[in-house]
Antibody, heavy 127, light 107 residues
Framework: QVTLRESGPAVVKPTQTLTLTCTFS??????????VSWIRQTPGKALEWLAR???????WYTTPLQTRLTLSKDTSRNQVVLTMTNMDPADTGTYYC???????????????????WGPGTLVTVSS | DIQMTQSPSTLSASVGDRVTITCRAS??????LAWYQQTPGKAPKLLIY???TLPIGVPSRFSGSGSGTEFTLTISSLQPDDFATYYC??????????FGGGTKVET
C-alpha cells in the first residue's frame, strides 16, 4: 500500500526558510522509474508543480522558484525533503508531495502523472 | 510553458446528470493528459491518465477523451460523491508540469 505524508511547520515568518519532509511507504526511491514531486495549492495559482526528484538522483525545479528551492532524498528513511528560502505571504498554501512512476507510453514522451498524493500540509507565511 | 485552460470554471448540475468538462492545451500534448478530482480539504485523486485510461478502482461513469489540444472529462451519471473540483494536468512537457485552473461541479 502506497502512502505519502507531508510534515513541517504550519507557520513561518516572511524571509524565513521553510523545510518540509515527505515520508512515504509502499515503494522505494531506488526503484527504476520512481519519482517524488512537490506541488502546492495557493488561492491565487491553483495547483502549481514545484520540484521532482528521481530514482537516479536527477532533480528538477520549476523555473520561477529554482533559486529558492532545494530538494533532497534520504532513501534509507524513505523521505524527501524540500526547502524553500525567503518565504513570502504569497507562498501561503497547501503543500503536497506525490508519487510519479515515470513510464514511456509512447515514443513521444514519458508519463509524469501523480498516482498517489499525501494529504497535504497547510503553510501560512505571516509575521 | 504549456498553458492548460479548463471550461467552465463552475458547473451546476444535479444527481443523474451527464457532465462534461473541457480542457484545452496551448500546444499539442498528444495524449499526455491526466484528470484529478479534489474534494474540500483533501488531496487531488487521479481519475484518468493518458487522456482516457482509468486507474483501477475509478468508477466507469468517468471517461476521458481527446488528443492534441482538446480534451474532455465526462461523468455519465453524476453521483453525490462527484460534487468536487476537477483539474487537468499535462505531462507531455515535464518542465514544468502544468495544471488547468479547475472546474467546480456544484449543485
Amino acid at each position: 500500500q502506497v502512502t505519502l505524508r507531508e510534515s513541517g511547520p504550519a507557520v513561518v515568518k516572511p524571509t524565513q526558510t521553510l523545510t518540509l519532509t515527505c515520508t512515504f511507504s509502499g515503494f522505494s526511491l531506488t526503484t527504476g522509474g520512481m519519482c517524488v514531486s512537490w506541488i502546492r495549492q495557493t488561492p491565487g495559482k491553483a495547483l502549481e508543480w514545484l520540484a521532482r526528484i528521481d530514482w537516479d538522483e536527477d532533480i528538477w525545479y520549476t523555473t520561477p522558484l529554482q533559486t529558492r528551492l532545494t530538494l533532497s532524498k534520504d532513501t534509507s528513511r524513505n523521505q524527501v525533503v524540500l526547502t524553500m528560502t525567503n518565504m513570502d505571504p504569497a507562498d501561503t498554501g497547501t503543500y503536497y508531495c506525490a508519487r510519479i512512476i515515470r513510464m514511456r507510453h509512447t515514443t513521444e514522451y514519458f508519463s509524469y502523472y501523480f498516482d498517489y498524493w499525501g494529504p497535504g500540509t497547510l503553510v501560512t507565511v505571516s509575521s | 510553458d504549456i498553458q492548460m485552460t479548463q471550461s467552465p470554471s463552475t458547473l451546476s448540475a444535479s444527481v443523474g446528470d451527464r457532465v462534461t468538462i473541457t480542457c484545452r492545451a496551448s500546444q499539442s500534448i498528444s495524449r499526455g493528459l491526466a484528470w484529478y478530482q479534489q474534494t474540500p480539504g483533501k488531496a487531488p485523486k487521479l481519475l484518468i491518465y493518458e487522456a482516457s485510461t482509468l486507474p483501477i478502482g475509478v468508477p466507469s461513469r468517468f471517461s476521458g477523451s481527446g488528443s492534441g489540444t482538446e480534451f474532455t472529462l465526462t461523468i455519465s451519471s453524476l453521483q453525490p460523491d462527484d460534487f468536487a473540483t476537477y483539474y487537468c494536468q499535462q505531462y507531455y512537457e515535464y518542465l514544468p508540469l502544468t495544471f488547468g485552473g479547475g472546474t467546480k461541479v456544484e449543485t
